[in-house]
């Protein structure tokens, strides 16, 4: 019974918890413009890798070529789920940092 005490003190003592804290380090900030300004750049190349798709869509369509209009039509769905993740990607984590604390 002692030990059982014991072991459930020492449970209770050694509870890890973690808070994410946005003025904890020096430099967050230069971080957050880091990250913003990266994904800023993802987005251009989203941008321009779905302008190249619909190019290679439209051209492959108008040269009967059907495997490159495929392949553009691949391009461009694949940049525009890249810009949604970019976009989504804050909701994303915030979801899961509050359905991780949550876990008791």
């Not at 413009?33 to 993802?42: H, I, R, S, T």
């Not at 619909?54 to 789920?81: C, E, F, H, M, P």
Request: aromatic residues 8%.
């Amino acid at each position: 019974m002692a030990f059982a005490t014991f072991v459930n003190q020492l449970l209770a003592s050694a509870a890890v918890k973690v808070n994410p804290n946005s003025h904890g380090l020096p430099g967050l900030s230069a971080a957050e413009k880091l990250v913003d300004g990266l994904a800023a750049f993802v987005l251009l190349g989203c941008v321009a890798g779905a302008l190249l798709g619909i190019a290679q869509w439209v051209l492959g369509s108008r040269a009967n070529n059907y495997t490159q209009a495929d392949s553009g039509r691949t391009k461009v769905a694949i940049a525009a789920g890249g810009a949604f993740i970019v976009g989504a990607l804050a909701a994303i984590i915030n979801f899961f940092v509050t359905a991780g604390g949550a876990v008791k």
